[in-house]
């Protein structure tokens, strides 16, 4: 019979291989190793004088940590424990994270086919045919520049919120310090009776702060300005909406990377009292030594001196002198750190150098993107 009809033979095998693509999710991932922390710098600023300090911390991730919440947990665990075995973990000690750290979370419980992908757009489609009728509603309900990226996360948001909640829960109780979260890219990010999230409504870049008791404390944190690589998936905040905590004696402002860089963020944390500026950054595919390219989509309205920069320093320099050291200093703010998200993932890889503020001088890490980094600041 077939013998009669070999094109139609030829098109229903390249059919089921298509299908089989698409639709086949690999095996399960195998997860006996434990997870490789690969660190490879620490280091402290300044003397303990009993008045707290701030822990940030550089993880170097790989697809594999996010296979489960435990594993992910497991993962940062060990970095924790390495800060705890320093002697960094006090009362009123304030553990950061970096930016994006939960974005992947997205990508929990799924088999080996989204681990082993070499790009996102390989890693996401067994997500998306797993998925499909819930993809396929969010794509037509909402309206987005990057309709497929928003989607995915949209799918998975109350996955994502339920793991980020769970495991910074249980770190901030285990270790008893205060946990900035990083960041991650949430529908209707929020404080809700059960979820992080509303689960329906604009996605934005958010990030949330744990008590010790694990607790997530007064409101999401709404990155202001979102690089291009992320408008197309998550909306702006307003910097009348960012929040401050009170950590001890202190007054904590979070400003999620981007937002370290201007005035009007800032200024409103300096507004409400802040005394301690965190900033959690992912720095993709961009060298710490590489010549600065100018901002990447908002600009400050209020000065263009920095216009002169563009292509005479580097990244690494703009960033000392654009950021957080100068921004915060500029708002009378002595203390802060910035951390950036370490590793690769399915060819994201992450740069950048810790920028530490210690009483209004400025220290650079000196980490580079092949490995973790903690780094411990003393307050006074």
């Known amino acids: 019979m077939f013998k009669k009809h070999p094109k139609k033979l030829i098109a229903l095998a390249a059919l089921l291989g298509a299908a089989f693509y698409l639709f086949w999710p ?9 997870p490789q922390l690969l660190l490879q710098h620490t280091a402290s600023y300044g003397t303990d004088s009993a008045n707290g300090n701030v822990v940030g911390i550089e993880p170097y991730m790989v697809p594999l940590d996010y296979a489960t919440p435990a594993r992910f947990q497991e993962k940062l665990s060990g970095y924790f424990d390495a800060a705890q075995k320093n002697g960094w973990f006090k009362e009123n000690t304030i553990v950061l994270l970096p930016e994006h750290l939960g974005t992947w ?15 996102t757009t390989e890693a996401m489609l067994p997500i998306i045919t797993g998925n499909l009728p819930e993809f396929l509603k ?20 109350r996955q ?19 946990l900035v979260a990083g960041s991650q ?21 958010s990030s949330f702060v744990f008590s ?9 944190i709404r990155k202001v300005h979102p690089i291009p690589s992320e408008a197309g998936f998550t909306q702006a905040s307003d910097a ?8 001890g004696d202190r007054k904590l402002g979070v400003l999620i990377c981007a937002d370290s860089w201007f005035d009007d963020t800032t200024q409103s944390l300096a507004n409400q009292g802040a005394d301690l500026l965190l900033v959690p950054s992912f720095l993709e595919g961009t060298k710490w030594s590489a010549p600065w390219g100018g ?31 100068a921004r915060a200093r500029k708002h009378g703010i002595l203390w802060g750190m910035n951390v950036f998200l370490k590793g690769n993932l399915w060819g994201l890889k992450g740069y950048g150098r810790a920028i530490i503020l210690e009483n209004g001088t400025t220290h650079v890490g000196t980490s580079d993107h092949t490995g973790a980094a903690i780094y411990n600041l003393w307050l006074k």
């Open 26 to 34: 690999g095996m399960a991932p195998n997860l006996s190793a434990p």
């Open 105 to 119: 979370l997205l990508a929990a419980n799924q088999k080996s086919r989204v681990y082993n992908a070499n790009t």
């Open 138 to 157: 969010n794509y037509l309900i909402f309206d987005d520049a990057d309709m497929s990226s928003a989607s995915i996360m949209r799918t998975q948001t």
């Open 160 to 178: 994502t919120a339920d793991a980020v909640l769970t495991v910074y829960n249980a770190l901030a109780k285990k270790y008893a310090i205060t």
């Open 185 to 205: 890219a949430l529908m209707t990010p929020g404080i809700y009776p059960d979820s992080l999230s509303y689960g329906h409504g604009p996605i934005f870049n």
């Open 212 to 220: 010790p008791d694990g607790s997530p404390q007064i409101d999401a």
């Open 240 to 247: 009348e909406f960012l929040p401050v905590f009170n950590v």
């Open 295 to 325: 901002y990447l989509n908002d600009t400050p309205s209020s000065s263009l001196d920095w216009q002169q920069d563009v292509g005479a320093i580097s990244e690494g320099e703009a960033w000392v002198k654009h950021a957080l050291p």
